[in-house]
């Protein structure tokens, strides 16, 4: 892929939402080798080491040229690239390779927290606890142990508060149906889920508008799950209207078999709903769901955000991301005088929210370049 005159202008940015990012950049073997390092910081709680690589690769893939000896001096000078990843950028320029992601990626404890956290409802932290406390060091390990082990009795309550007629997705469920909720969801496929959301919601309420966003927008050829935007022109914000929406349209697609177990429906926050910090006012339905035959219907990953007009094109670029792309995109507002989240925009000094028509007049208001969905790949 040749870089673009747009990555040349820009790749020196200090914000992820100015850096044009393709989905594929001239140095995926490095990309490859620091993820490798970031994921294991962030497997061991080491947060803050986590998003200086995450920081770094951000800026190494919107980098526009192949790395070489003679171009570390300008590396050097980049954000995020501080002495330590300047050694570890080195390394690989010099060998090929970087000894403490080989050193990582063979080792038994990196293998084990990798595999624990494909689990849905496994974090970091609980796949810590079952390798440090219990031992464990497979999959199997694990299916032994949530079979004694029923789930702590604050998990069942706040499952109990779903308000959905599906069941929620236990630890149990979660390692029964992992291999599947594993599998990467190529575009086709995608792209049948949100028909057949859209056809079901459409019986329930003509005249909705949707995007699927997330890393489809971006361009993935294969996504982890499926994440789409919905509107109406005619919801109210503030009203229950939307949240009334969510509800009807989860316990619909579970009537017809197409939902089979529901994570999170609402916007309440729960403490332990998302692993990150990432979280917004809008309303949301994060379920299992599976496509009617004749396909193959393997259980994928769905999540429908739901968000009345005013909010819709804030919540496209909200969850379009990347998660690099999403935090700096906050940060810049911030440094802007304005607050950016998925459900809107407003003025920090007297709180005027902004509304924008289209996802170019979210950029517009942030005061930043429009950037296609497929360069964010920050
Ligand atoms: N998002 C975010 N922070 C999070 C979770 C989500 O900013 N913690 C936003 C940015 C993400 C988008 O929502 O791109 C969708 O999140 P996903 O976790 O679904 O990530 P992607 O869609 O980018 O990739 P994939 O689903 O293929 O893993
Ligand atoms: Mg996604």
Redo the contacts with the bound molecule.
Sequence with gaps: EQPTELMKAHYTSRYACLRPCPLICPNQGLVRQLAIIRRSRELEGKDTSALSYERAISVVKAYPHKLTASRLAEVAKLPAIGEKMLSKITEYVDDGEIEESQTIAVSARFQALSVFTTVYGIGATTARALFDVFGLRTLSDAEAHYACHPPSPARAERDSKIRARAPSLGIREALALRAELEE??PRAEVEAMHAVVMAELAALRPGCLSTI??????G?A??????IVITHPTLRSGSDQVKGLGELLVNRLYDRGLVTHVMHLSSFRSPDA?????WDALEKALIVFVLPPPALRAHR?L?LIFAAPEAYWTAIT??????M???DLRLYAKERGLKFD?SGITRRRDSKAYIPRSEREVFTVLGLEWLEPEMRNA
């Design positions: 990467k969801i966003v997330g890393g489809y927008r971006r993935k294969e996504s982890n799950d499926v994440d998302l692993r990150t910090a990432h990953r999540d909200g969850w379009t991301g990347s998660k792309f999403e935090r998925s």
